[in-house]
């Protein structure tokens, strides 16, 4: 199996930052897409940034120029910097990863548990 965990969220005042980590563990052979999602109470959850296993990254237009995700390959963990964070950021952020298992051929989706990232204006 694999497995992710998030770290990083917390309460934090308009126009403060935080970073996001999340470590994905198990047997994993490889790890493709990286990805940070986002739930506010009463909306669906949606996508904030993604990068891909070369590096290539995409963001929701609202997060651009504000958040940077990135990520450690050697240690299987993809992070998400968030500056200049406002009050409507406030969600529930989940990681995302597309990983292949030791022995399987085919990609599976794996989420993790999530982490609350509460701002205060």
């Known amino acids: 199996q694999v497995q992710l965990v998030e770290s990083g969220g917390g309460l934090v005042q308009a126009g403060g930052s935080l970073r996001l980590s999340c470590v994905a563990s198990?047997?994993?052979?490889?790890?493709?897409?990286m990805g940070w999602y986002r739930q506010a109470p009463g909306k669906q959850r949606e996508l904030v940034a993604t990068?891909?296993?070369?590096?290539?990254?995409n963001y929701k237009d609202s997060v651009k120029g504000r958040f940077t995700i990135s990520r450690d390959n050697a240690k299987n963990t993809v992070y998400l910097q968030m500056n200049s964070l406002k009050p409507e950021d406030t969600a529930v952020y989940y990681c995302?990863?597309?990983?292949?298992?030791?022995?399987?051929?085919?990609?599976?989706?794996?989420w993790g548990q999530g982490t609350q990232v509460t701002v205060s204006s």
């Open positions: 198990g047997s994993i052979f490889s790890i493709n897409d």
């Open positions: 990068i891909t296993s070369a590096g290539s990254t």
């Open positions: 995302k990863m597309g990983a292949v298992r030791i022995g399987r051929i085919y990609q599976d989706y794996y």
